[in-house]
């Protein structure tokens, strides 16, 4: 059975509920849904759950939202005196492990967000995100490389390139990730939301911030520079234990996304996954 056939039970039998979700209460400001991403955004949590009163999730918040209202409103007003459910996306999706993975990425692509809970046996929900699905890609047999995975643009910016434009950029492509031009470094939601929390103290004492230009206080984070011959289970391990996962490979950028919809493909193969795990139980 191809692994898209499979049930996240089957693909992930040992670790499925192994990372619990991060929550946030929906009356918390916004201030404070900054500070806990930085620690989280990219991590197998990735979002922050918005919960009630009784720990019901309400909707989720991550690097997307808190961009977007910084283009709104780049004050620090946006910080201190919004609440998270005021900008949350209210399309918090619940899984069960019984669902497919070709179902999951289906629903990953339409909801634009690779993120999902799944109610555990604590009584609570456990993340899963792209980087959790890497654990798929590591652990299975195939002889596929990056060279074949679909060519995807890089999108790069520029010393001249401003806070707007890098933003405004992101949302354009569709991704959360720029790489700065003719290297491998880049810049992300993450490391932009970490500069506004620990450089700029909440926009506090700026009121210029998105007609700053990119310069060195950013502290970008390096993609893996790899070769087109790579496997997908060599890269999967790799990306998987990546604080900042991203690889590149002459002018092709590759994410964990990109490893997730390559485990839908007829060469990747599921018996040798099963011994795998086998061997990990013994």
């Not at 949350?88 to 809970?117: P, Y």
């Not at 031009?181 to 929390?197: A, G, L, M, P, Q």
Request: aromatic share 10%; glycine share 2%; net charge negative.
């Amino acid at each position: 059975m191809p692994i898209g056939e499979r049930n996240l039970q089957d693909l992930l039998p040992l670790s499925l509920e192994s990372t619990p979700c991060v929550s946030i209460r929906r009356e918390n400001k916004v201030w404070v849904a900054a500070s806990m991403l930085i620690h989280y955004l990219e991590s197998f949590t990735d979002s922050l759950v918005v919960t009630d009163d009784e720990s019901k999730p309400l909707g989720i918040v991550g690097g997307k939202e808190v961009l977007e209202n910084i283009l709104k409103n780049p004050s620090s007003a946006f910080f201190d005196d919004t609440v998270v459910e005021d900008i949350m996306d209210k399309n918090v999706d619940i899984i069960s492990k019984e669902i497919t993975l070709k179902d999951l990425l289906q629903r990953w692509t339409q909801t634009r967000r690779a993120f999902s809970i799944l109610p555990n046996r604590f009584k609570g929900y456990s993340a899963i995100s792209a980087r959790k699905l890497l654990e798929i890609g590591a652990n299975c047999e195939t002889e596929m490389t990056v060279s074949e995975l679909p060519k995807k643009k890089i999108t790069t910016f520029t010393y001249n390139d401003t806070l707007k434009d890098i933003i405004n950029s992101m949302f354009e492509n569709k991704t959360r990730k720029l790489v700065f031009k003719n290297t491998s470094s880049f810049i992300s939601d993450r490391i932009i939301i970490e500069y506004v929390v620990r450089e700029l103290n909440y926009l506090r004492q700026i009121d210029y911030f998105l007609d700053l230009k990119f310069e060195e206080p950013f502290r970008l984070a390096e993609a893996k520079t790899i070769t087109e011959n790579m496997k997908i289970p060599e890269i999967s391990k790799i990306m998987f234990g990546m604080l900042h996962p991203l690889a590149i490979y002459h002018d092709q950028v590759i994410s964990p996304w990109d490893l997730c919809v390559a485990l839908l493909y007829d060469k990747i193969e599921f018996s040798v996954l099963c011994n795998n795990f086998k061997q990990v139980i013994k």
